[in-house]
């Protein structure tokens, strides 16, 4: 079984920054695509960004220029970088991991931008 643990979320204020991680549980895991979402309440569910295997990436125009997503295969891990906070960036973060036919989802975690 494939668990995905994001840490990394908070309280920031505007302007701020913040990196977000998510772990695949264990080790030894291969994954093909791997990407963040975010859902804010009243809102679908919307992708952030996304890595592929070989790194190449994809972001969403409302943060291109202002977050990085980056993963460490070896660690089974992708990561977030978020910097230039607005307050619509408040919502939870959710992990996303594809693995051959399958797909994960880690279980959230919440980011809350505010003076």
């Known amino acids: 079984q494939v668990q995905l643990v994001e840490s990394g979320g908070g309280l920031v204020q505007p302007g701020g920054s913040l990196r977000l991680s998510c772990a695949a549980s264990?080790?030894?895991?291969?994954?093909?695509?791997m990407g963040w979402h975010r859902q804010a309440p009243g809102k679908q569910r919307e992708l952030v960004a996304i890595i592929t295997s070989g790194g190449s990436t994809g972001y969403a125009d409302s943060v291109k220029g202002r977050f990085t997503i980056s993963r460490d295969n070896a660690k089974n891990t992708v990561y977030l970088q978020m910097n230039s906070l607005k307050a619509e960036d408040t919502a939870v973060y959710y992990c996303?991991?594809?693995?051959?036919?399958?797909?994960?989802w880690g279980q959230g975690t919440q980011v809350t931008v505010s003076s």
């Open positions: 996303r991991a594809i693995r051959g036919p399958r797909g994960y």
């Open positions: 264990g080790s030894g895991f291969s994954f093909n695509d």
